[in-house]
């Protein structure tokens, strides 16, 4: 008994692991929900966001194309349907524990890649336990129009998320110049492999690509089984 006790609590004091090692055509998807205030009124946009590997390099980093489904909007009491072949596809690089490395993709600018930034979970580079904070710092990059940002993340408890069991996260991630944006919510991570499970944020100043002004909103992410 006292062999399992000493073993159990060996266990707790590792903590857990995150990094991602996917593999190519690994598929995720998630129900996205967004809320933006807009010309005085709140639109809503909602669909099914599929994530495929489409690549794995040597050093770890690894590609995801991400493609929408069943997207609908609705404004001043109207639903709108957009085609799905409409919708533009998007694949973005990252590294191992969540960095943007690349994105790829129609009409590829500043928003875009803020907007990449925005909603990239970091991963911590070491192993974390309940209580632990992990930090990681996004340098401007002139060329793709990405701010200096920090992203902030605490490791709050555990939880299941249906069949996944997760570690639970508070997060904010903050640009630092212009007109700055920001996200602060929940993450639930995947103790398995470090994915995302879930995601809740708001967002302020957001660089939403197409949109007249940053908005602000809140994003909800959940993956589908």
Same mark, same amino acid.
């Not at 919708?87 to 998007?90: A, C, H, N, S, Y």
């Not at 069949?163 to 904010?172: G, L, N, Q, V």
């Given at each position: 008994m006292v062999g399992l006790v000493s073993v159990a609590m060996l266990a707790l004091a590792q903590g857990v692991t995150l990094k991602r090692t996917p593999k190519v055509d690994?598929? #995720? &998807? /998630? &129900?996205?929900?967004?809320? /933006?205030? *807009?010309f005085g009124d709140t639109a809503v946009y909602t669909s099914v966001l599929t994530q495929k590997v489409t690549e794995v390099k040597p050093d770890g980093n690894y590609a995801v194309e991400a493609t929408q489904s069943d997207y609908k909007v609705e404004l001043f009491g109207d639903e709108g349907v957009v085609r799905d072949e409409d919708?533009?596809?998007?694949s973005i690089t990252y590294t191992p524990s969540g960095d943007v %490395?690349? %994105? #790829?993709?129609?009409? %590829?600018?500043?928003?875009?890649?803020?907007?990449?930034?925005?909603?990239?979970?970091?991963?911590? &580079?070491?192993? %974390?336990?309940?209580?632990? +904070?992990? $930090?990681c710092v996004v340098p401007k990059n002139v060329d793709t129009g990405v701010f200096e940002a920090k992203a902030t993340y605490t490791?709050?408890?555990? $939880? +299941? *998320?249906? $069949? /996944?069991?997760? *570690?639970?996260?508070? /997060? $904010?991630?903050?640009e630092v110049a212009g007109d700055p944006a920001r996200g602060q919510g929940k993450v639930w991570l995947n103790k398995r492999d470090g994915s995302v499970v879930k995601l809740e944020t708001n967002w302020t100043s957001a660089p939403i690509p197409g949109a007249p002004t940053p908005l602000t909103g809140a994003v909800i992410l959940e993956r589908i089984p």
């Open positions: 690994e598929v #995720q &998807k /998630f &129900k996205l929900r967004m809320e /933006f205030g *807009i919708l533009p596809k998007q %490395v690349a %994105v #790829q993709g129609g009409l %590829v600018n500043e928003s875009v890649y803020r907007l990449a930034n925005l909603m990239a979970v970091r991963l911590p &580079k070491v192993a %974390v336990s309940k209580g632990d +904070k992990w $930090e490791y709050d408890d555990d $939880e +299941k *998320i249906g $069949e /996944f069991d997760t *570690i639970r996260a508070e /997060f $904010e991630y903050a």
